[in-house]
């Protein structure tokens, strides 16, 4: 099976991570921590901010869906189903070659930057060291805490034969 494409967001009412089906907009579960990771037919994961929900956010000054992370789950802490819904979780990184023996293409990691949003104070994710947008990684780690950690997609990928 497919890993399931997942929207991932902190859910500010049940103090979890929220994941939805990407493909069927249907909350699958709740967990205390998630980590997402771009793999094959997911160039990167991508933090989406919608600008329509950002400005109701502000002109109300209620809490919407607005923000989340897209991107395939490789690890969940505490996963709890919703209403009997599941989802396809990716396999692990470590020494996946393809058919040939080469090692699958893989990223260069960046050093792990610490994310955050808050839509009164910026209009998209950012890195909260130098306050530069934050829209494409290589993995995210969300915590329901509210502390998100990464590594930026860099724009040169390797591969190489060991």
Do not use: W
Request: charged share 20%; glycine share 8%.
């Amino acid at each position: 099976m497919q890993p399931t494409l997942i929207k991932a967001y902190r859910n500010l009412t049940s103090g979890k991570i929220s994941l939805l089906d990407q493909k069927t907009g249907l909350v699958v579960g709740h967990c205390e921590k998630v980590r997402l990771e771009q793999r094959k037919g997911t160039p990167t994961v991508k933090a989406v901010v919608n600008q329509k929900g950002r400005e109701r956010v502000l002109r109300q000054s209620k809490k919407y869906v607005h923000a989340y992370m897209v991107g395939q789950v490789a690890f969940m802490k505490g996963f709890e189903p919703y209403k009997g819904r599941s989802l396809v979780q990716i396999a692990p990184r470590s020494g996946a070659r393809d058919g040939r023996g080469y090692s699958i293409e893989r990223p260069c990691i960046a050093p792990t930057i610490n994310i955050s949003y808050n839509p009164y104070l910026m209009s998209s994710f950012t890195n909260t060291s130098t306050g530069a947008p934050v829209t494409d990684l290589v993995d995210v780690t969300i915590q329901a805490n509210g502390i998100m950690r990464g590594h930026p997609r860099p724009s040169v990928f390797l591969t190489d034969r060991d």
